[in-house]
């Protein structure tokens, strides 16, 4: 098996042991990312960087005392600004920015011997499913249905994340989940991904969507490697007014396999009419497993999921053209070509309609109707009611003893590219149906491969956890992940 | 609530995004559609509940009143599309 094949964990004792170099490693995977090219998920590639930083954790495991994440080949989401190296958050309104600082994620990740092998590909702004509001065209899914050659989505946002770790181009990437954009990839791609808590993890220097609702994690082959990984990134960060400053729990120790006596709640109102029976079946497999490994299993009630899309529609939006207004064509990226006569606010208007796809605009001016004048009560301060009452709905559970929800990651398993080009814009917001509701209460969620459907696409489930609870969140993904034994690998076509 | 191709219009113009006249149908459309989804809010009954204004409950950190960064005017400047004698520029605003 090759060193790009590696997880995180398998890397980390290799590397110590001497039984490979990070250079060598790091070489295994620019090869693969050469050769990988069809998937379109690296789209920045910064071998030299890969290989500077991997001569250094080099002579960082020599003198012994490396920290877990030394040496180990990384893809970040072009969503994180990366110092003098292209982060465009997929836009062309980004063009040719190049941060003068990194963020502290990347820079955290770093500082712990990380290797960035390049960017990922990514829906434009974070706003998408499916990766097809790219600028740079979407990324492709490593797997495909059985007997057949048609590409399929890779899901979205962090679409390239997804694919490259699917495809072994790199041993782990960084995501960036809104309302579901670590999580819905993950289950499209049969890998692990984590959304933590809010405030878990520092946001400075990723570039901005919906500032209440965006988390950053690490989107890894297994629930070790997110544990891992999570703890590289996690941490109070003075330059995040939110980031919490409470102590990060050592998220591998967690993983003890023990969950007897704990709670897990089934809520019945994430049963949809119309889910595919596949689905429901995975969620019903899942349940046992659950149960076999000891817990206790509960039916519970979250009244108010059914509101979650339409709060989430309105609330996202309504930050995105507030955060969004600062790509004006003055500080950084691009400015359109003015013609005679042009005053300041026709080069606001051009630039904005160049540098913004259709789906960011439709947001931006969503977020603008439902915060403008005559509307802000009717729709943004009602949404944000809801989003309390969702909140409530998990608090109460919390309280009455469930430890942690199952739940299934996705409506269905990865769609065709291209297949829903002439559906409504609503349409396709029904892919976050069963994430979205863990942004709007803050809370961790994390996606977990546990089968495949009968066309042999993997199919994830979802854990919801406590604020602040990511350790017992990942050691329950881990027994599920033991029960699963998913071990299964896309077919190589690329 | 369906929005016409002047509150379409209207909208776009506030957005700062220029959007072509012949595009504004469908736009308004699209709009519509969204706004559409979003009136299931309506069918909750959401008397007495304050809007939620923070994620997790929490006092914003202080720090002292004080400079902690500065004289970095040539990387803010270095992405500008249009700098000028350590300005960022921008066409005529004031005749």
Redesign the interface.
């Known amino acids: 098996m090759s060193a790009n094949s590696w997880t995180i964990a398998a890397a980390r004792d290799a590397l110590r042991k001497g039984e490979i170099s990070a250079v060598d490693l790091t070489m295994s995977c620019l090869t693969a990312i050469d050769a990988g090219d069809a998937l379109n998920a690296f789209v920045h590639k910064t071998p030299e960087i890969a290989l500077e930083q991997a001569r250094a954790a080099d002579a960082r495991l020599k003198g012994g005392e490396a920290p877990a994440m030394c040496g180990i080949p990384l893809g970040i989401k072009d969503l994180f600004c990366t110092k003098g190296v292209p982060s465009q958050a997929a836009s062309n309104i980004l063009k ?5 600082y990194e963020s502290t994620v990347t820079s955290k990740l770093f500082e712990a011997g990380a290797v960035m092998l390049g960017k990922l590909n990514m829906d434009e702004f974070a706003m998408g499913s499916s990766n097809e509001t790219s600028c740079y065209g979407n990324a492709v899914n490593p797997w495909q249905r059985k007997g057949s050659n048609v590409q399929l989505t890779p899901g979205g946002s962090s679409g390239g994340s997804a694919s490259a770790v699917a495809a072994d181009l790199c041993l782990a990437a960084t995501g960036t989940d809104t309302g579901g954009s670590i999580r819905q990839p993950a289950a499209f791609t049969g890998i692990v991904g984590i959304k933590p ?3 878990r993890v520092s946001r400075w220097g990723i570039v901005a969507f919906a500032s ?1 609702l965006d988390q950053a994690g690490p989107m890894t082959k297994s629930v070790r490697d997110a544990a891992i990984m999570l703890q590289a990134m996690a941490g109070h960060d ?1 330059k995040d ?2 980031s ?2 409470i102590p990060v729990p050592d998220f591998e120790a967690a993983l003890t396999g023990d969950i007897r006596g704990k709670v897990i709640g089934i809520p019945k109102e994430y049963r949809m009419d119309g889910m595919p029976s596949e689905i429901e079946a995975l969620w019903t497999r899942g349940i046992e497993m659950i149960r076999d490994a000891g817990a206790e299993v509960r039916d519970i009630s979250l009244p ?1 999921t ?2 979650a ?3 989430y ?2 609330i996202a939006p309504a930050e995105a ?1 507030s955060n969004l ?1 600062r790509y ?8 359109a070509k ?1 013609s005679q006569g ?9 630039t ?2 160049d540098g ?1 796809g259709p789906e960011v ?2 947001r ?3 977020g ?3 915060l ?1 004048a005559g509307f802000y009560d009717a ?1 943004y ?9 969702i ?1 409530r709905d998990f608090e109460t559970v919390f309280a009455d003893g469930v430890d942690a929800i199952l739940t299934p990651a996705t409506p269905s398993a990865a769609f065709g590219l291209g297949e829903m080009a002439d559906a ?3 349409q396709m ?1 029904l892919n976050d149906v069963f994430t979205v509701t863990v942004n709007l ?2 809370l961790p969620g994390i996606s977990v491969p546990v089968g495949l459907d009968a066309q042999g696409l993997p199919l994830g489930l979802q854990l919801i956890g406590r ?1 602040w609870d990511e350790a017992e969140l990942l050691n329950y993904a881990h027994v599920l992940e033991s029960r699963a034994g998913f071990v299964a690998k896309a077919e190589k076509w690329w | 609530m369906a929005i016409d191709i002047d509150t379409a219009r209207k909208v776009a113009k506030l957005a700062r995004i220029r959007v072509e006249e012949a595009d504004l149908p469908k736009l308004a459309g699209q709009l519509s559609g969204i706004l559409g989804f979003m009136e299931q809010l309506n069918e909750v009954d959401v008397t007495g509940v304050e809007p939620m204004t923070s994620v997790t409950p929490m006092r914003l950190k202080r720090r002292a009143d004080v400079v902690t960064d500065g004289n970095i005017q040539a990387q803010v400047l270095k992405n500008a599309p249009d700098a000028r004698e350590g300005f960022f520029a921008v066409p005529k605003v004031v005749e």
Do not use: W
């Open positions: 040719g920015f190049k941060p003068e808590t809010y405030g209440s003075p007014s939110t919490a400053d108010h059914r509101c899309l339409p709060a529609y309105v053209s207004a004006d064509g003055v500080r950084y990226g691009h400015r003015l042009d005053g300041i606010t026709e080069m606001y208007e051009k904005r309609a913004f605009q439709r931006i001016m969503v603008t109707y439902v403008s729709y301060n009602r949404a944000r009611k809801v989003r309390a009452l909140k409504d814009p609503v917001y209460a803050g604020p």
